[in-house]
């Protein structure tokens, strides 16, 4: 038993060690002048730039904004919500059986894994200190969050709340993104393999996608490069993504496709019924996502800023209205009104109006949410139709959604609502349009790419491929994987 567990045991050693090391090296909660943690974050200082020290010679934390840092905190949780609870109970609802548990479950884990890679490597690869000035991906400067600091604002990331707590919001994306690719990879994968290809995955796709787009640096990159534009290179291209649509879905969605093409189709696919096995969890999880993604939107402004309120309306009317059309939609085609379809038209709203939400009117919002579900709706009713066994739907509802709303944040946009924004096509600026496209695809390369040569690789060194046997992927992947039952009756 010792044996068998022994390669468990060491790697609870080398991640204990490793965060035990990160923590005794991060500043203390005094910080002087010299500190690299003054380099990064902000401080009080005369009109000179002469820093204010106390009389020990310490640095001033320059000043919280209360009503930011309490929302900012509320919409962490709300983000984190989405992936434990919403997804989890959404994926493993439209799952089978069988396979409940071991979708819920990867899910699940996801949310630790990621937490523990995002603090010892991966919020200073999306976030830090850009590698060399060319807006492609950070340092390690703030691996084991050295230098985030939880009493003093970033220089340049939410600059009324402490860096830490914009540091932990981040990592509630970061978590939700590997997860939502549970859905192409849903009943027949190794659990051990996914557990890998999440922390790969995270580092070589979400990671680079979120620094592209979303990083800021201080003057010259801190010093570090004459010159840098202070941004991503998408995002210094024009690429306007408020709270995750290309960063996000675009990433997972199409990551998804591929992991299902080379996955392979399941042992019956198109002959045997695979219905959702209970579409009251499908509704719950749906409920619970929209819930949550309040946060993910209106906390996006990084503030309790007026942008934040826009983001909240036009959230929920796009919801609204994807709901509605998708509904519709499945009704003129079947005959029937399909809950399922409801739900699912409810993630699509959510997830097309993400990159638009901090930039668009409520009317326009409105429009969002139909292109959303008719472009998923055809999206999904294509993929049957090639036979592409995206178990749960990842590329057409997050994939192509949120390239939908990449787009339409070009079309849509209005910088009246934020001021950082632009105007789209629509109000005047066609060049927007562009920008975002620009944005979108890059994203939509890079992931399929990477996501192919991870799975390629990983189904070469692993003993007997990622993927189940034919004997447990019959049985199911509960018993097989985890050897437990979602339902037990006797």
């Known amino acids: 038993m010792f044996r068998k567990n022994l390669t468990i045991f060491m790697l609870v050693g080398i991640l204990t060690t490793i965060t035990v090391t990160s923590t005794y090296l991060m500043s203390a909660s005094a910080y002087k002048p010299g500190d690299s943690a003054a380099k990064y974050n902000c401080f009080m200082a005369d009109a000179n730039g002469t820093n204010n020290l106390t009389a020990e010679g310490d640095l001033i934390p320059c000043e919280f904004d209360t009503g930011d840092h309490a929302w900012m905190l509320t919409s962490s949780a709300l983000v ?7 997804l989890a109970i959404f994926y493993a609802g439209l ?27 991966g ?19 703030w691996a084991g969050l050295n230098d985030v600091v939880h009493d003093a604002p970033s220089l340049v990331y939410a600059t009324t709340i402490p860096h830490g707590t914009f540091m932990v919001f981040q990592m509630m994306f970061a978590i939700i993104t590997p997860a939502l690719i549970v859905a192409s990879v849903a009943e027949r994968m190794k659990f051990s393999a996914f557990i890998i290809f999440v922390i790969l995955w995270s580092t070589f796709v979400y990671d680079f996608a979120a620094h592209w787009t979303w990083s800021i640096s201080a003057t010259d990159n801190y010093g570090m490069n004459a010159g840098y534009s202070g941004f991503g290179w998408t995002g210094a291209f024009g690429s306007l993504d408020f709270a995750g649509g290309t960063v996000i879905h675009i990433t997972s969605g199409w990551a998804g496709l591929v992991v299902a093409l080379m996955l392979g189709r399941r042992i019956g696919y198109g002959k045997i019924p695979m219905e959702p096995h209970n579409i009251t969890l499908v509704v719950l999880g749906a409920a619970l996502l929209w819930f949550g993604w309040f946060g993910f939107n209106a906390g996006s402004a990084g503030a309790a800023a ?3 309120s826009s983001a909240f309306v036009a959230t929920q ?20 009104a399909s809950t399922v379809g409801a739900a699912s038209g409810a993630v699509a709203g959510l997830v097309a109006i993400t990159p638009a939400a901090g ?55 209005e910088k009246r609502f934020t001021s950082w924004g632009d105007d789209g096509l629509v109000f ?35 003993p007997g491929g990622i993927r189940v046997t034919p004997k447990e992927e019959e049985i199911g992947l509960d018993l097989t994987q985890h050897g437990e039952r979602a339902y037990v009756s006797e």
Not at 123 to 141: E, H, K, M, N, V
Not at 401 to 411: D, Q
Not at 431 to 439: D, F, I, K, T
């Open 80 to 86: 984190l919500v989405m992936t434990p609870a919403g």
């Open 95 to 121: 799952s089978r059986q069988k396979n409940a548990v071991n979708t819920l479950h990867m899910v699940f884990l996801t949310t630790g894994l990621v937490a523990v890679q995002f603090a010892l490597w």
């Open 123 to 141: 919020y200073s690869l999306a976030f830090g200190p850009d590698a060399g000035g060319y807006g492609f991906i950070g340092t390690l400067d």
């Open 306 to 308: 007026t942008n934040a």
């Open 317 to 336: 009317i796009a919801t609204g209205m994807a709901v509605v059309t998708w509904s519709l939609l499945s009704w003129a085609h079947t005959g029937r």
């Open 359 to 413: 930039f668009v009117s409520p009317m326009s919002s409105i429009v969002i949410g139909i292109i959303a579900s008719v472009a998923c709706y055809a999206a999904v009713m294509f993929k049957n139709s090639r036979k592409w066994d995206d178990a749960l739907d990842t590329w057409g509802v997050h994939g192509i959604g949120g390239l939908a709303g990449a787009l339409c944040t070009g079309l849509f946009a």
């Open 428 to 462: 005047g600026n066609p060049a927007q349009l562009y920008e975002n496209a620009v944005g979108a695809f890059a994203a939509i390369a890079w992931a399929m790419g990477i996501t192919a040569i991870i799975i390629k690789v990983m189904d070469k060194v692993w």
